[in-house]
T-cell receptor
Framework: DAGVIQSPRHEVTEMGQEVTLRCKPI?????LFWYRQTMMRGLELLIY????????DSGMPEDRFSAKMPNASFSTLKIQPSEPRDSAVYFC??????????????FGSGTRLTVV | KNEVEQSPQNLTAQEGEFITINCSYS?????LHWLQQHPGGGIVSLFM???GKKKHGRLIATINIQEKHSSLHITASHPRDSAVYIC???????????FGAGTILRVKS
């Protein structure tokens, strides 16, 4: 398995533009988490899905952020409009209930977003 | 006060030294995770603990549920162990993790 695949690896965009981050989970993983990492706040959970259904989106900072999981093999995190304070590394992580019980998640390589 | 506190924040060690990183938490948990993040940014799950001790190679993780405390030990440290080590706790309800701020470890040769 290729692991959790995130794209793009790096994104530089201008303030006000729409940004879409993508994640392909490991086949069979029914939990998908979106995390954001900044120097100031560390890792923070934004939203997680189970069986393609959003379970907890309390970490989504504001209405500019939205996430979807249209099917078991794809999720997107969209920021519209983007702001410089959205600059961070965004990680996608996936797991199954059984794997979570044993060791946790498998993380993607992250998308480094810079909003100028 | 953060729900998950790690210490130290930064740690520099000489190759071969025994290293301990500590994690304290203030909420009831069902499990505790130790993660490793290398300079390139990738994050790897090292351990998941709900009681006792786990060992993998030179890494040992322990947890004391009553004292709400966990430690990650690295024996015979090596420069390739240089990374950020992150403690995260899973609440009793649901699958959310709350993360500590991380410990930056540098092992010098």
């Amino acid at each position: 398995d290729a692991g959790v695949i995130q794209s793009p690896r790096h994104e530089v965009t201008e303030m006000g533009q729409e940004v879409t981050l993508r994640c392909k989970p490991i086949s069979g993983h029914d939990y998908l988490f979106w995390y954001r990492q900044t120097m100031m706040r560390g890792l923070e959970l934004l939203i997680y899905f189970n069986n393609n259904v959003p379970i907890d989106d309390s970490g989504m900072p504001e209405d500019r952020f939205s996430a979807k999981m249209p099917n078991a093999s794809f999720s997107t995190l969209k920021i519209q409009p983007s702001e410089p304070r959205d600059s961070a590394v965004y990680f996608c992580a996936t797991t199954t209930q059984g794997e979570f019980t044993n060791y946790g998640y498998t993380f993607g390589s992250g998308t480094r977003l810079t909003v100028v | 006060k953060n729900e998950v506190e790690q210490s130290p924040q930064n740690l520099t060690a000489q190759e071969g030294e025994f290293i301990t990183i500590n994690c304290s938490y203030s909420v009831g948990i069902s499990a505790l995770h130790w993660l490793q993040q290398h300079p390139g940014g990738g994050i790897v799950s090292l351990f998941m603990l709900s009681s006792g001790k786990k060992k993998h190679g030179r890494l040992i993780a322990t947890i004391n549920i009553q004292e709400k405390h966990s430690s990650l030990h690295i024996t015979a440290s090596h420069p390739r162990d240089s990374a950020v080590y992150i403690c995260a706790v899973r609440s009793r309800y649901g699958n959310k993790l709350v993360f500590g701020a991380g410990t930056i470890l540098r092992v010098k040769s």
